[in-house]
């Protein structure tokens, strides 16, 4: 019965965004349980606590530092679907600071900071997250930047991440900057 209600999950799941779970189906067929505890993991930010520009940038930066192809373009569908400028997506994705806009540009140095280990530098852009949006946010972005490394290291382990691909955002190819995490 789980099986069966999580593979039309992922059925649909795949048309809708365009995107080979292949991955998730192996873990689904080995162990259901664990396929839920890892969904809900991943599900665990609480998207409406902080600007969706600083929480996507955060994810991407964090897609970024693990994938080079489909699980950045699912990122990059799931924040336009949600609204999200695509003139600032391919600011993120090209690591340009300055056209992504404060808000965003804050979610992305927090989170390179954070994954390079350079406590230098993220701890101020920790105090002004939570001076700007709160401990929640915090905490959003935290689980977002997590969650978004969660997919492709699993894919990369189970022998499913071998493919890289380009990224579009709104229809245009979009160049990447795969940029060195230390500063």
Request: proline share 4%; aromatic share 8%.
């Amino acid at each position: 019965m789980l099986k069966a209600f999580f593979t039309r999950y992922l059925n649909g799941f795949e048309r809708t965004w365009g995107y080979d779970a292949s991955y998730m189906r192996q873990v689904l067929a080995v162990n259901p349980w664990s396929f839920l505890k890892f969904s809900l993991g991943t599900q665990a930010a609480d998207r409406s606590a902080a600007p969706a520009e600083a929480l996507a940038a955060a994810a991407l930066a964090g897609t970024l530092a693990e994938d080079c192809g489909p699980c950045t373009q699912i990122g990059v569908d799931m924040a336009t679907a949600g609204g999200m400028d695509p003139e600032v997506i391919r600011a993120i994705l090209a690591g340009d600071e300055t056209a992504m806009g404060e808000t965003a540009a804050l979610g992305w140095r927090f989170a390179r900071a954070s994954l390079a280990r350079d406590m230098a530098t993220c701890d101020p852009l920790r105090d002004e997250i939570v001076r700007r949006w709160g401990d929640k946010a915090l905490v959003a972005i935290g689980l977002s930047l997590t969650a978004a490394r969660m997919y492709p290291t699993l894919k990369y382990a189970l022998g499913h991440g071998r493919a890289c691909s380009k990224v579009t955002v709104a229809g245009v190819a979009t160049p990447v900057a795969h940029l060195p995490l230390a500063a």
